[in-house]
């Protein structure tokens, strides 16, 4: 699977961007989907995820400020950033395929090329 994503750009504190993966082939249905990023000197971290049925997870450090959501129709998967903060500016990158574990997404194969989010104070 191919994924590509979109939506990145420059914020300032408090604003909303909504992020957008769009995946190849006809199987999205069933794959489990994930956003990560990674900011400059730290390692990539897992942002939220959602498995084929919808069941969403989200790290503490985005919870009750982004929702991620799903449109099998369309294959592709949103992520939608409110509250953004300094904090949330990193590269962010779309996974697909990835499987669960004691309820732990774990990545699969496929990763996007990534699209960068800033957020200004």
């Known amino acids: 699977v191919q994924l590509v994503e979109s939506g990145g750009g420059l914020v300032q504190s408090g604003g909303s961007l909504r992020l957008s993966c769009v995946a190849s082939?006809?199987?999205?249905?069933?794959?489990?989907m994930a956003w990560y990023r990674q900011a400059p000197g730290k390692q990539r971290e897992l942002v939220a995820d959602?498995?084929?049925?919808?069941?969403?997870n989200y790290g503490d450090s985005v919870k009750g400020r982004f929702t991620i959501s799903r449109d099998n129709a369309k294959s592709t998967v949103y992520l939608q950033m409110n509250s953004l903060k300094p904090e949330d500016t990193a590269e962010y990158y779309c996974?697909?395929?990835?499987?669960?574990?004691?309820?732990?997404?774990?990545?699969?194969?496929?990763w996007g090329q990534g699209t960068q989010v800033t957020v200004f104070s």
């Open positions: 996974n697909g395929d990835g499987y669960y574990s004691d309820k732990k997404y774990f990545p699969g194969g496929a």
């Open positions: 082939g006809t199987l999205f249905r069933v794959y489990a």
């Open positions: 959602i498995s084929a049925e919808g069941t969403t």
